[in-house]
Nanobody, 126 residues
Framework: QVQLVESGGGSVQAGGSLKLSCLASGFAYSSMSLAWFRQDPGMRREGVAV????????DYADSVEGRFTISQDNDKNTFDLQMNSLKPEDSGLYFC???????????????????WGQGTQVTVSS
């Protein structure tokens, strides 16, 4: 059974840091596209960062480039999102996701991802 479980969300002041982790099970995740998406209430999920395959390539939303880092640990079956210099606009419900293929349009098409976690809330106060 495929399962993704996020952890690490919380509240922090602007300028602070948080690290989100996603524990994957039930599939050969090291060869898949692994991503983080953010969703605000009533809004579409938007891509934040992606890593594929086996950690060789990464891509980030322009809004987080240079502040966020995505990484994966194949031994632990986890992939993380280190978020530094957080801003209030980074707040939202963060989801980890996995897909067997990679598309250049990954950030705009969350529906292409096959597997999703339950989401973890990040709140950044000014």
């Amino acid at each position: 059974q495929v399962q993704l479980v996020e952890s690490g969300g919380g509240s922090v002041q602007a300028g602070g840091s948080l690290k989100l982790s996603c524990l994957a099970s039930g599939f050969a995740y090291s060869s898949m596209s692994l991503a983080w998406f953010r969703q605000d209430p009533g809004m579409r999920r938007e891509g934040v960062a992606v890593i594929w395959p086996a950690g060789r390539y990464t891509d980030y939303a322009d809004s987080v480039e240079g502040r966020f880092t995505i990484s994966q640990d194949n031994d632990k079956n986890t992939f993380d999102l280190q978020m530094n210099s957080l801003k209030p606009e980074d707040s939202g419900l963060y989801f980890c996701a996995a897909d067997r293929s990679f598309r250049n349009t990954w950030a705009q098409h969350p529906e292409d991802f096959d597997y999703w976690g339950q989401g973890t809330q990040v709140t950044v106060s000014s």
